[in-house]
């Protein structure tokens, strides 16, 4: 990481957590739909080892909601992702890539029905409000779109079942994953996923209306003092080895869901209504990479050597002496004593146990092709 | 400004001067368009005076480009905003809100006639490539719509049209604003405007193609030693003296432009075909405010006092005990010695001279509203 600092305007929004974070000592943030993401608390590292032996509290508000509602809502979201959605339903969330006419992936968000007619589309870093608005406007379809007053905050580690029983006073323990609960707060209730950007398990809670925020924050540090609860982040290193893709960092608006390994998401899907093959924006796209198979995937990669620099812009990976990739995310795992890495890399070397040669800021390092995640 | 770090991945573009801006020894960033955008050089009031007395080279390359071509280019940008384009060309870049359909302003770009059929949007922070996309493919438009491989270097303050004669070889002392000429480099040229982020005067270069770039920064380094040139970036106090609105800080999606002072862009237009009146999207809800009046503007705003801390989030505004609006950005002028700001005002007391309170967070302070900004 560089010593830089970052300027706070307003136009970098705060959260509703904001307050809390700053108190608990956060010391580096990034920037994600255009709000203050924490980055760093003690050390990546520190917060690391922390992340993967108890538990931790997110001000993950970043990941805003999209809202649909209307008569159109259920059309207008089935429109937008390759994903077949005849399994959400208020019980239960799903992952799914949005795409363009092209195939090319504009976000990579959780889909939640609210209710009948009333969806979130819980987002990655890109204004999908703008993406959707402008379909809707240019279809003129009879829907509402809007960013409501939803935070989340993520409850992530191995104790966190343990804690969100300590606040909510329920069984968390048999919770599938993007299974959905409401839970109890003051004199309301929240949708709680069982969700969140790391393999450590963990929630999702949707905070809405802002007025709850401090005092839920509060309320998972005072039910976990026994479980050594603190303030964390998504961390840089334990995402990578978990293999859980970054938009913007690992794939952009010129990647398609296949080559980013999310094949299972574009199953051409079947309209709920007619039975036959659902539509959806870029339709004609996928289905043509589906026939024809893809030319680079988004791989595990494996880095020799000591600890590289901080991966701050693609390092181009080479095979035989030609470019056939690039790593857009790599840390040094202290459990794994190796960097771990993500890229994407072309067929000829994609395969378990391939050898190739990344050019790193420091060097050329030798790195193998791994067809699972480290954890 | 707080001490906080900034986390450079991939997801927070460089653009092709990053490496010149490294090494001209940036200590500051925000994020703007998914890419970093440097905020501080030496220090804001270094960087402030020595902008308003020599000349500044800008990485201003997060003001992407959003290119539209195709048959219906010229359709589609017409329905985008509320201006006028009738003065567009390629002599000519103009300045133009965008507006959905309740009128709220979703970016503040300058648009620009490249060609026939070809419009490049210079825009403000946010994804005006996925609503631009989201409108044409919900309305099976006959247009292409990428980001290109074009990155403005902005040269600002007194001395810019002598650094760009030294560069270029030509007369810039007549350029009226927001004109356009082509400048030639190497063995191609580019477009550069009379315009910018600043009131120091300057122009704004699109430097299309990548390679280009570190050349094109050295050139002014090389051209400008005697005019003591030196890097730099939109200037926090300057840009606020200067009454410049900073979509994000000052205005969002939930303002409309007559409330920001864009009246002047929100003419009904005329169609260029027809001579009837240009339709756009949010024309109906934009033609209501103007029917009507708005109940809130923004002004330029003095708070009395010493100087004070840095404005990371609105600041209340009180009128008689009454909330009245809210500072957006505010610096200490060290020319004007009191702070400077930019707040939405309501119309009981937004006129010259008018006295209002100001919750800051170091307590309360009497402010002035101006009419006029302060440079």
Known sequence: MTDHKISITRRLRQTPFSKKVFEAGVTSFTVYNHMLLPTVFKSV????HHLKNAVQVWDVACERQVEITGPDSKKLIEMLTPRDLRNLSVDK?????????????LNDPVIVQVGEN???ISIADSDVLLW?????????LDVKISEPDVSILAIQGPLSNKLMQNVFSMNFENMKLFSIVKVPFKDTSFIAARSGFSKQGGFEIYVENEKYAEDMWDAFFEAGKSLNVAAGCPNGIERVEAGLLSYGNDMTIINNPIECGLERFCKKGIDWSTGKVKPFIGDKALNEVLDNGVMQIIRSIEIDGGALPYCMEPWPINYKNKNVGQITSAAF???FQTNVALGMISRECWNEGDQVYIQTPVGTRSAIIHEKSFI
């Open 333 to 335: 795992s202290p459990d």
């Open 93 to 105: 969330c799903l992952y799914a890539p949005l795409t363009n006419l092209s195939g090319g992936i």
């Open 45 to 48: 590292e520190e917060d690391y």
């Open 132 to 140: 959707v608005s402008g379909i809707a406007t240019g279809l003129a």
């Open 118 to 120: 009333r969806y979130w």
